[in-house]
């Protein structure tokens, strides 16, 4: 009957309501389409906005998706926030440890001696003493082993206890997101440094032919200043013009390389253990079938973190809440004496107490109601935090589509142009072997087309790294289930 009795009671105080408002996602203004969506676009069907696997496999790059592999391991920021996972779930299993009483236990060994004149005793902490009663004739020793138990529970009538675990494992849930975010962003700033690099590769291999094709103009010059055709200012033109084209080789070379060390420390290990061989930039940009605005809130990595942070704002003001409401606590002693240490456990020799507290703050000069207006702050802080997010959200999403677009009809435009540029070049040489142009025009077509050239092929390069931040944009390989099936074992 008082097992009954105390299961109804134990269920009684666990089904009290808790006070404080209980969460609920705020609304935001979401558009019925991108503005910058090109024409023919294609939007995901749902089923298909959810891509779980590696995203840039869709580059269909092997040496990209090599270094990719090797990303996880090493990258710093992803240590940092999986160690910061860590620590969100270590506090939510403190505030899950409310929910049980405390139980400590102490174990003491007192040895008494008794006799006519005097009694001393020793006692297992290792003090002494003595009263005096008269001469000693002698007495006895007894030996008494001693184990006592204290419990404490605070039990958690308004609910501050499951507001505050509600608020960390909404935290923590937040740390799980941060760690898709520290792994989106490592992701595309590698795939990002690595595009840039090809294009520099690129970038090379034209001014590497630059420089050649210059030498053999240099040569054709030297040998008509040779044959009398043309004067001394040709050849030092053209000299001026090859030893250009070469600083501008050597140039390049040193931004390649520091793009090749920015690619080996986003991927944790030191730029003198990387080196990425020579490869020019020869592909173009994937179709990418982009979420629809709404999806955008599920697949956003940094918009599921700040919506946790969000929920766990809100719970704290149940906690400060609380602090209006008095405390239940019970306390419950019990201990066991005997001479005899293997009967120490004999009911005979048990004793017990329980006692239970209700404690009331009546003055605290303004600290709970400034509390509460602290925490109604920082949940609304949240919850501007949140909506800034979605708005950043969908900005990075329309700036991409829209860089994505024009650089694909720039593309078009700069490669009519370097055709155009091309073979006004070769025009205008032949017309200078036949003299009937001065060098100063040759001039002028070779670095017309040396610039056509570069600028065609830096679009490609600038497509392929605005194609990796629509992907980041419209949240990767992210969905949010995942974050709601990391919080099963919390």
Same mark, same amino acid.
């Given at each position: 009957m008082r097992k009954v009795l105390m299961t109804a009671f134990f269920l009684f105080l666990t089904s009290c309501t808790a006070v404080g408002p209980d969460y609920v996602k705020p609304k935001v203004s979401v558009p019925?389409?991108?503005?910058?969506?090109?024409?023919?676009?294609?939007?995901?069907?749902?089923?298909?906005?959810?891509?779980?696997?590696? %995203? %840039?496999?869709?580059?269909?790059?092997?040496y990209l998706n090599r270094l990719m592999r090797k990303l996880e391991i090493s990258n710093q920021?992803?240590?940092?926030?999986? #160690?910061?996972?860590?620590?969100?779930?270590a506090l939510l299993g403190e505030a899950r440890a409310s929910y049980f009483p405390q139980i400590s236990s102490t174990v003491d060994l007192t040895r008494q001696k008794q006799g +006519?004149?005097?009694?001393?005793?020793?006692?297992?902490?290792?003090?002494?003493?003595?009263?005096?009663?008269?001469?000693?004739?002698?007495?006895?020793?007894?030996?008494?082993?001693?184990?006592?138990?204290?419990? +404490? %529970?605070?039990i958690d009538l308004w609910g501050a206890i499951r507001r505050n675990v509600e608020s960390n494992a909404d935290a923590a849930q937040a740390s799980y997101a941060q760690i898709i975010v520290a792994k989106l962003s490592a992701e595309a700033s590698l795939a990002q440094f690595y595009f840039q690099l090809r294009a520099l590769d690129r970038d090379q291999q034209i001014l590497d032919d630059t420089v050649?094709?210059?030498?053999?103009?240099?040569?054709?010059?030297?040998?008509r200043y040779n044959s009398g055709v043309v004067s001394k200012s040709d050849v030092v033109q053209a000299e001026s013009q090859l030893e250009t084209a070469q600083s501008q080789a050597i140039a390049n070379k040193i931004t390649r390389e520091q793009t090749e060390h920015a690619i080996a420390v986003q991927m944790g290990i030191?730029?003198?253990?990387?080196?990425?061989?020579?490869?020019?930039?020869?592909?173009?940009?994937?179709a990418i079938p982009g979420a629809v605005p709404t999806e955008l809130l599920e697949r956003r990595p940094d918009i599921a973190a700040a919506e946790r942070q969000m929920a766990s704002a809100n719970a704290q003001i149940g906690?400060?809440?609380?602090?209006?409401?008095?405390s239940l606590t019970i306390f419950g002693n019990g201990n066991y004496t005997h001479?005899?240490?293997?009967? %120490? $456990?004999?009911?005979?020799?048990?004793?017990?107490? $329980?006692?239970?507290?209700?404690?009331?703050?009546?003055?605290?000069?303004? $600290?709970?109601?400034?509390?509460?207006?602290? #925490?109604?702050?920082?949940?609304?802080?949240?919850?501007?935090?949140?909506?800034?997010?979605v708005l950043s959200a969908f900005q990075e999403v329309e700036d991409n589509l829209s860089s994505l677009y024009i650089l694909q009809k720039q593309e078009v435009v700069e490669e009519r142009a370097y055709q155009s540029a091309?073979?006004?070049l070769e025009l205008i040489t032949n017309q200078y072997k036949a003299g009937t142009v001065d060098y100063t025009t040759v001039i002028t077509a070779q670095n017309a087309a040396y610039t056509a050239e570069k600028t065609a092929a830096d679009i490609i390069g600038q497509e392929m790294v605005a194609a990796v931040l629509l992907i980041k944009a419209l949240g990767g390989g992210w969905d949010s289930r995942a974050m709601c099936l990391s919080a099963k074992p919390l």
């Open positions: 019925l389409k991108y503005k910058e969506a090109p024409p023919g676009f294609k939007m995901a069907a749902p089923k298909d906005a959810c891509d779980r696997g590696p %995203w %840039w496999e869709i580059f269909n790059d092997p920021n992803i240590a940092q926030a999986i #160690a910061n996972y860590t620590n969100a779930r +006519s004149g005097s009694s001393s005793f020793i006692s297992s902490s290792g003090s002494t003493g003595t009263v005096s009663t008269g001469a000693s004739t002698g007495g006895t020793i007894s030996t008494f082993h001693t184990v006592n138990i204290d419990a +404490s %529970w605070e050649t094709s210059y030498k053999q103009f240099l040569q054709l010059t030297k040998n030191p730029p003198a253990n990387l080196s990425i061989p020579f490869a020019p930039l020869t592909a173009k940009p994937p906690v400060a809440i609380s602090a209006f409401f008095p001479q005899n240490f293997s009967r %120490w $456990l004999s009911l005979p020799g048990a004793g017990w107490s $329980l006692t239970g507290e209700l404690a009331q703050i009546l003055f605290d000069g303004g $600290l709970r109601k400034s509390q509460i207006i602290a #925490a109604k702050a920082t949940y609304a802080a949240n919850v501007a935090a949140y909506k800034q997010t091309k073979t006004s």
